[in-house]
């Protein structure tokens, strides 16, 4: 039955290419109201999962449902998903608005909706000009444009920052948090989580095929771990009292100490009662993208899940530029 929820839901998704395993037991949910980032790196099975959302691959096993459905089995389906997986689908000789006018035709959409997307992606300037001529950034300005041309409730876009500069990478994060914000869903993929961290809310990791993540972006951050990297006189001393104090210790190449999960204030403190002489401290932080790294080559397990809350109403994304430098 068609719920009209907004969700997608992923069960036990498999995927056999001959002897290649592309997408193994993946299981997720991603909710309205929030945009969600599908990140892995290249060949992880990201185009294959979505592909097999979208009903354009069939799953070896498993199932992928929208609103509740299959998508070939939605009704109306453009005014439900709108959805980019190849930016470059462009007849070179063709206008930009000459393109979106023959979507909306087989979407039996008016041509007023052409203008509207248009302008929704900061192409009414350039409306006129052939796509031959576009950048990548323009292209992907306008892949989205098609997308939304049936006013979808879900959007479903692989790679979207892919040839954006900074300004269009701003103006791609504020339209999508805009479009979620409303009760209406965003699963967005990429194979870098600093180019959208700070575009999305919730994460669904994978590598190989398998989910190694599914949860808030906020509760990755607080997985990061520090550490202190300290230089003492003696090793055996300190490395006794911080492991009775809770902490855990790696020797590094150069004869220092790692202490995770520890400052260098906590570990001065440590020595001060042991009786050891320190000769140098460093505090690190683990960042984002390195636990990303960390996550993907299997590192990493068992972190919390989270299901965020759906909003209720879209007010709509605010105008961006024309951009057409959005290379």
Not at 99 to 108: P, T, V
Not at 289 to 316: C, D, V
């Amino acid at each position: 039955m068609h719920d009209g929820s907004g969700r997608i839901h992923v069960q036990g998704l498999n995927k056999r290419f001959g002897p290649v395993h592309a997408v193994q037991d993946l299981s997720f949910t991603v909710q309205p109201g929030v945009v969600t980032g599908f990140l892995g790196p290249n060949g992880a099975g990201k185009t294959t999962a979505l592909r097999m959302i979208l009903g354009l691959v069939t799953p070896t096993s498993g199932s992928a449902t929208i609103n509740g459905l299959p998508f070939h089995r939605l009704p109306n389906p453009g005014g439900v998903v709108g959805a980019v997986l190849d930016a470059h689908g462009f007849h070179p000789s063709r206008t930009a608005r000459h393109h979106l006018r023959c979507y909306a035709a087989a979407m039996n959409i008016p041509d007023g909706q052409v203008d509207r997307a248009l302008e929704l992606v900061g192409l009414a300037a350039a409306g006129d000009r052939k796509t031959g001529g576009f950048s990548l950034g323009m292209r992907q300005r306008l892949a989205l444009a098609t997308a939304l041309l049936g006013d979808p409730q879900i959007l479903i876009l692989d790679e979207p920052a892919n040839g954006l500069d900074p300004e269009g990478i701003a103006w791609l994060r504020g339209f999508l948090q805009a479009f979620a914000a409303g009760g209406r869903t965003v699963l967005m993929s990429s194979h870098f989580l600093r180019e959208i961290e700070h575009t999305v809310d919730r994460l669904v990791i994978i590598s190989q095929g398998r989910c190694v993540y599914d949860g808030h972006i906020d509760e990755l951050r607080a997985a990061q771990q520090s550490r202190a990297l300290v230089q003492a006189d003696s090793p055996e001393l300190l490395v006794a009292e911080v492991q009775a104090a809770g902490y855990g210790v790696e020797y590094l190449p150069d004869g220092r100490l790692a202490v995770l999960g520890a400052d260098s204030r906590a570990v001065a403190d440590l020595a001060l009662q042991a009786g050891v002489a320190l000769y140098g401290m460093q505090d690190e932080r683990v960042d984002l993208e390195r636990l990303f790294f960390h996550l993907t080559q299997g590192q990493f397990a068992g972190l919390p899940q989270y299901a965020p809350p759906a909003s209720q109403t879209w007010a709509g994304p605010g105008q961006p530029g024309n951009g057409g430098s959005a290379g």
